[in-house]
């Protein structure tokens, strides 16, 4: 038997390197098929109720998940079905989201360097509620001391407390820098419904709803179509690439182009935080010719068509909402908006709007009268003044000319305030036949329904020619301008109620006017008037009249006009509704000629066919052209308008 042969050291060696190498290999095979027949085995593996654990561990909140599945490759495909999302405690539903299924596949690539590219995303039967609690916790706030690098026992930095007025570039926007790209996505058969913390909810429908780009440097389009509380809304919208919405801090650029029903709206602006849709700023269009759409959406309901153009420069940031630079038509009527704001109430307080709108001229008698009614003399406007109103409203609204019932007014101008319980109008002020009239006063919530009206009025230059003109009168032997100092108040249900029965008292004054000389005359009964008839009028110095009158039936007593032939005293009454008047007026004598018999003169009758006589001179007339107490019985700012006229001293004697 042969000897055997040791081998050398060095061959002994290369031997040994090679069962180690052998063994490694086979190691290693061992080790790669394992995993590769575990990765394989991974989409026969229900990975639900792990997740749901995960996920309850992570969001602080109760999560279950029916299943979950992951299919291996180059793109990884996940599926999940039976998603629920517990709500918070005092939310009106079980369940804040519910997903009946969704799938997406991921590029195995890019979860080991991102962002995270998906494709083929699909999902139907989502539904997800967002709504705050009657005491305002919202519920989309989790506690997500599970997820790595966050600890749960401090909690997040607060954001800046928000400005008076929040502006789009003061919007804190969340972290995007690791938003993932989605090359197309689909979303069938879903809604979002926000519930506010008064229980009023406003759902969004999505039917169906699409977003397609080809990478992530190109541009993005959504297309949506579902419906907002009921009212069909279709939206296509055009924005920037997924790598510009990954620069957090920079506005990301957006075209909405929109339809519901037939109203048309475009956005073309920038988001500072696209994601919640917030920091928004850029032009906006709306268009319809009934306004219906707009109106359901916002909850309303109109009584009418009312056409509609708007478009100007819109922002919304948080709570903040306002257009400016606006410009439009309202059936018919255009119009420029300098300043319409929202700013949404919290804690339970009410919305604020301000807003500074012009009309070139407003027809009111297209919005408040009947559709299709053909006498403006029907229009009217309820008073109703709510105790709790949302919104404030602090407006200031103009016109180059308005049409209300059968009047039309000019150059009008009104400052107004909503608050609990009062419509306070600041001022008002408006021209009509040559007059002017300014106003302030408020309108306050009565009992039964009713309002009660009160405010101060002042008319400046007012043409008795004109106005007898417009108000059906025959001439009068009166001309000039006359102003006017008046109070009034009432407690109605509408605005024509409070025209008709007011209560009012007021001051007529004149300083420079002219009087038939025939009047002066006639009052006096001067003998003179046998021979001839005197010709022209004679100036009036001064002329001052104490009206009151309740519910268009009242008197004018005393009423004093200074003339160089003489001076007149006069008391009328007037019944409005009836169109009907009794004026009885006489000369002082120590006032008139030699020849004057100062006998007074009767005129009564209906406005458009009064009768002329002498007057029985009672001891009743004489001390009701007596009544110069009257003058003190005057409202304040009346009794001070009228101690400014002449003739104030001569009745107050």
């Avoid at 360097?113 to 009657?134: F, Q, S, Y």
């Avoid at 007011?502 to 005359?521: E, F, P, S």
Wanted: proline share 6%; glycine share 8%.
């Amino acid at each position: 038997m042969p000897e055997q042969t040791e081998l050398p050291p060095t061959q002994q060696k290369r031997n040994l390197r090679f069962w180690f190498l052998c063994a490694g290999g086979g190691l290693c095979a061992v080790a790669a098929a394992s995993a590769l027949a575990g990765w394989m085995a991974v989409s026969h593996v229900n990975l639900g109720p792990f997740v749901g654990r995960r996920a309850t561990a992570m969001l602080g909140r109760p999560v279950s998940v029916e299943t979950v599945s992951i299919t291996p490759g180059r793109w990884v495909k996940l599926a999940l079905s039976g998603v629920k999302v517990a709500n918070i405690p005092g939310g009106s539903q079980p369940d804040m989201v519910q997903v009946g299924k969704l799938e997406a596949e991921v590029k195995l690539s890019s979860l080991l360097h991102g962002p995270m590219l998906v494709r083929h995303v699909a999902g139907e039967g989502i539904h997800v509620l967002v709504e705050r609690t009657p005491d305002r916790q919202p519920n989309w706030r989790f506690d997500m001391h599970g997820l790595p690098g966050v600890q749960s026992e401090k909690p997040p930095a607060p954001r800046p407390a928000p400005a008076a007025i929040t502006l789009p570039s003061q919007v804190v926007p969340d972290d995007r820098s690791a938003y993932p790209t989605a090359l197309d996505v689909v979303f069938r058969n879903s809604d979002v419904t926000y519930r506010t913390a008064h229980g009023s909810s406003f759902r969004t429908t999505l039917n169906t709803v699409t977003l397609q780009t080809q990478s992530a440097t190109t541009p993005v389009k959504l297309v949506v179509d579902g419906a907002y509380n009921g009212q069909p809304v279709q939206l296509t919208v055009n924005m920037q690439s997924f790598d510009a919405l990954r620069h957090t801090h920079t506005p990301y650029g957006m075209v909405v182009q929109g339809q519901s029903g037939d109203l048309k709206f475009t956005f073309d602006g920038t988001a500072t935080d696209p994601v919640n849709a917030d920091g928004l700023s850029g032009k906006i269009t709306a268009d319809t010719p009934t306004s219906r759409p707009l109106m359901t959406i916002a909850g309303m309901a109109l009584p009418q068509d009312i056409p509609l153009h708007m478009e100007g420069q819109f922002t919304h940031a948080g709570n903040f909402w306002s257009l400016t630079q606006g410009k439009g038509m309202v059936k018919n009527n255009a119009l420029s908006i300098t300043l319409a704001e929202l700013d949404e109430g919290t804690r339970g307080q009410p919305d604020r709007v301000k807003a500074d709108i012009a009309f070139d001229h407003l027809n009111l008698n297209d919005f408040l009268g009947k559709e299709g009614a053909s006498n403006p003399a029907s229009t009217d406007m309820v008073l109703d003044v709510s105790q709790n109103p949302d919104p404030l409203i602090d407006a200031h609204l103009s016109a180059k000319g308005i049409t209300y019932n059968i009047y039309h007014f000019s150059d009008a101008s009104l400052t107004a305030a909503v608050t609990p319980g009062v419509m306070a109008v600041k001022n008002l002020s408006l021209a009509y036949l040559g007059a002017t009239m300014t106003a302030s006063g408020q309108i306050a919530a009565a009992d039964q329904g009713k309002a009660h009206v009160q405010g101060a009025v002042a008319l400046t230059k007012v043409d008795i020619d004109r106005f007898r003109r417009a108000l059906g009168f025959q001439a009068v032997p009166l001309q000039g301008q006359v102003d006017m100092q008046m109070t009034a108040s009432a407690t109605q249900h509408t605005v024509n109620a409070v025209v008709q029965q007011a209560d009012i008292a007021a001051a007529v004054a004149m300083t420079n006017g002219a009087l038939d000389r025939k009047i002066i005359r006639a009052a006096s009964a001067d003998l003179r008037m046998l021979f001839h008839t005197p010709q022209g009028t004679t100036p009036v110095s001064c002329l001052l009249g104490v009206v009151s009158s309740h519910g268009g039936v009242g008197q004018a007593v005393p009423l004093r006009i200074k003339t160089a032939e003489g001076t007149l005293s006069a008391n009328a009454r007037f019944d409005l509704n009836r169109r009907w008047f009794d004026l009885t007026f006489g000369s002082q004598g120590k006032t008139t000629g030699r020849f004057a018999l100062d006998i007074p003169v009767q005129v009564s009758g209906s406005f458009s066919n009064p009768h002329i006589g002498l007057a029985r001179w009672s001891a009743d007339g004489r001390a009701m052209l007596a009544q110069s107490e009257r003058l003190n019985a005057l409202p304040a700012g009346v009794k001070q308008f009228a101690q400014r006229n002449a003739c104030y001293r001569a009745i107050a004697q």
